[in-house]
């Protein structure tokens, strides 16, 4: 009679822990792929552009005077 | 065999070849961006062009619209976007997260003065930066 008793109070807690889900692994990881990505793209895109990005520019004769007279 | 050996050789070559192709187009689009870039710089030294937070350039309103500036825009964007697709498929990522990053980098080396979107799509110009 007491077995019983203590498995019909047990029962509920065993079910409502089957129920616990653990949500915090599921967030960190998609975090640390997009990183990851990221850092990737970076890379890729500074070595395409790494030489045209450090082409100078000389800046043409008349283009601050222009732009004075625009505004 | 001989077979065997012929078939190898000629897949070889062919990727030999595919590779020489994808890297002389590489250099043409880098050639082409460098010829651009004169052209560009000083439309965005004009304030008539700026960057855009998805990578791209873009009018700021209809003044400096001439026909060869468009054309100079257009062909831009254009290329710009051949190169984040490149690395989007290399990646396994969208094109529009490479150009996303890119715009990143591209405010990180504006000049003082040009024209730049932020996050929310808002125009703000590049400042000097203050004293650390």
Not at chain 2, 10 to 39: I, N
Request: aromatic fraction near 6%; charge should be neutral; hydrophobic fraction near 45%.
């Amino acid at each position: 009679m007491g077995k019983r008793i203590f498995l019909l109070a047990v029962a509920p807690l065993l079910l409502a822990s089957a129920c616990i889900k653990l949500k915090h692994e599921m967030t960190i990881q998609p975090v640390h792929i997009t990183v990851d990505v990221r850092i990737k793209i970076d890379r890729e895109l500074e070595n395409f552009f790494a030489d045209i990005d450090k082409a100078a520019v000389e800046p043409e004769k008349g283009d601050s005077q222009k732009k004075e007279e625009l505004k | 065999m001989k077979r065997t050996l012929k078939i190898t050789a000629a897949l070889l070559g062919g990727v030999f070849l595919l590779a020489a192709a994808v890297q002389a187009e590489s250099a043409e689009l880098k050639e082409r961006f460098l010829q651009r870039k004169p052209l560009l710089e000083k439309l965005k030294t004009l304030e008539w062009i700026g960057e855009t937070n998805l990578g791209f350039l873009a009018f700021r309103s209809d003044t400096g619209q001439s026909e060869e500036n468009a054309q100079a825009v257009q062909a831009e964007n254009e290329d710009r976007k051949t190169v984040y697709m490149e690395i989007a498929v290399k990646l396994n990522t969208s094109a529009q997260e490479v150009g996303k990053r890119r715009a990143v980098q591209i405010a990180a080396l504006a000049a003082v003065g040009h024209w730049l979107q932020d996050a929310d799509g808002n125009w703000y110009q590049k400042k000097q930066p203050g004293p650390q």
